[in-house]
């Protein structure tokens, strides 16, 4: 299946209620240098299955149904985006208000030729290479962000919008996947310094809901902390200085222990070398007096 984008052209008067019309082919050469013939468009197959998709994604669920004809040599396709899925209401957001402007055809080649074997009085024939699909069987439209057509790309706003435009569209999916349902059994509290959860199934009152979505954010920012953290943190502080001046005292007390028994011995040493037994001095006396 090859795929071709085309600029979004909507058409005055026909954005009603749910519906965008969209030129979604047209003779002009793409940036491969093919050339698609308007006049040989087969559309059986896709008016059986009208599905338009987001970006080609084949395997996700569509996110509307189109309705297609040919018309002054252009194929033209109104879209009716689906209002039950969030990613399509989305969408339909973004192209009404010009951040998505592309569109994309996925068809099946029926008669192809290169441009060169053309005749030369034919309005594709070219020496420069690419393909002339004279039939081709269309198969499924797509809205795309960053379309394949060179023409396709040129958007009314820079490629700094178009990234911005990109991350906010993850962001979202992001925040929508992130919602959390309670356990059975809870509900959830939202509580100033953040969601709790509380037993009992009952939300009938104020801050309670059985799901809560978590905010992303981009990076850390101090200033959102909870406020008794700096209280923990000062009381931790406490009971550190608590305990070191603890093992200060202790240690002081062991030294003292230490010093006391050290000078213990040392008089006790005196003691045996500074006085005579009675005998001793009895002994000592003779020996002076002799």
């Known amino acids: ?37 308007q006049n040989g468009w ?10 338009v998709l987001f970006n080609h994604q084949a395997n996700m669920l569509p996110i509307g149904k ?8 252009q194929l033209l396709i109104d879209v009716e985006f689906d209002q039950d899925d969030e990613l399509a209401r989305k969408i339909e957001k973004k192209a009404r208000g010009g951040f998505l402007n592309a569109v994309s055809v ?21 020496t420069k290479g690419g393909q002339f699909f004279n039939k081709s069987e269309l198969l499924e439209v797509s809205i795309v962000t960053i379309p394949a057509n060179s023409e ?4 009314s706003y820079d490629k700094i919008n178009l990234r911005k435009m990109i991350k906010s ?9 992130i919602k959390v349902e309670a356990p059975n059994g809870f509900h959830w509290m939202d509580y100033k310094d953040g969601p709790v ?14 799901s809560f979505e978590f905010d992303v954010i981009e990076e850390h920012d ?13 009381h931790y502080d406490k009971e550190e200085e608590s305990s070191e001046d603890e093992k200060s005292m202790t240690e002081d007390k062991e030294k003292d222990e230490e010093n006391k028994d050290h000078y213990d011995e040392d008089e006790d040493d005196k003691k045996d070398k500074g006085f005579l037994t009675d005998s001793e001095r009895d002994l000592l006396r003779y020996i002076l007096q002799s």
């Open 152 to 155: 396709a790309t040129s958007m």
């Open 66 to 73: 189109g309705f297609v004809r040919v018309k002054d040599g």
């Open 197 to 210: 959860l509380m037993e009992g199934d009952n939300i009938d009152h104020e801050g309670a809901s059985s």
């Open 42 to 51: 087969t559309l059986a197959a896709y008016d059986r299955n009208p599905v």
């Open 106 to 126: 996925g068809f099946n080649p029926i008669e192809a030729i290169n441009r060169s074997e053309l005749p030369k009085d034919h309005p594709a024939y070219t």
């Open 1 to 37: 299946m090859l795929k071709k984008s085309y600029t979004v052209v909507k058409k005055k008067g026909r954005q009603v209620k749910n519906k965008i019309s969209f030129i979604a082919s047209t003779e002009n050469q793409d940036r491969y240098g093919d050339v698609v013939n």
């Open 169 to 177: 569209m993850i962001v979202e999916e992001v925040r929508a996947a």
């Open 222 to 234: 101090p200033d959102m902390l909870r406020s008794d953290m700096e209280e923990d943190k000062g």
